[in-house]
């Protein structure tokens, strides 16, 4: 049997992942907030910073769950659960609106990269939830998957932040727009 939920042995994960999410989710707003019409003005990147947001808050917020001393494997994975389910919700939303610009991703490579990383993200959340759902019943892999998807969605927001201001920053007539 493995056990699903041992937050003794995962301690220090969810503590450096929980601060690095906070962190990041910061930049990112401020980053958001001083190219605000860029951002929202364009449906490619106000998907990405959409995702970029939700995912760290989640990561945050499941990091939080997981160090309440309190809670059991009922507790945990319920609300581990609730929020992966309210993260895979918002994503699959985001994704219906943005699904003209990603039926594009043969000829556009903007929007191949935009459809190649939210089926990434869309697939790790997945395995998440699966993780969380695991927690509640006390058997399997539980918070090896839960972070296991941390760490997928944790390199996704960096590198979409990234892409997300260099491609702010370079908004020019010559730079194909996913409008």
Do not use: N
Not at 21 to 30: D, E, I, N, Q, R
Not at 153 to 164: D, E, Q, S
Not at 169 to 175: K, N, Q
């Amino acid at each position: 049997m493995i056990d699903a939920y041992r937050p003794d042995i995962w301690h220090d994960f969810f503590v450096v992942t929980g601060g690095a999410a906070a962190a990041l989710a910061g930049l990112v707003f401020v980053a958001v907030t001083l190219h605000l019409s860029a951002v929202t003005g364009h449906i490619g990147h106000r998907h990405r910073a959409r995702t970029i947001v939700a995912s760290l808050g989640q990561i945050l917020i499941a990091s939080l769950i997981v160090l309440v001393p309190t809670l059991d494997h009922v507790g945990a994975g319920v609300a581990l659960a609730i929020v992966a389910g309210a993260l895979l919700y918002e994503t699959l939303k985001s994704t219906v609106q943005i699904a003209p610009v990603l039926r594009r991703w043969r000829g556009d490579p903007v929007a191949r990269t935009i459809a190649i990383r939210t089926t990434v993200g869309d697939l790790s959340m997945l395995m998440g939830f699966g993780g969380a759902i695991g927690v509640v019943a006390g058997y399997g892999p539980g918070l090896s998957l839960i972070g296991a998807d941390m760490i997928v969605r944790f390199g996704l927001a960096i590198a979409g932040a990234w892409l997300l201001i260099v491609a702010v920053g370079d908004e020019s007539p010559g730079v194909p727009t996913l409008r």
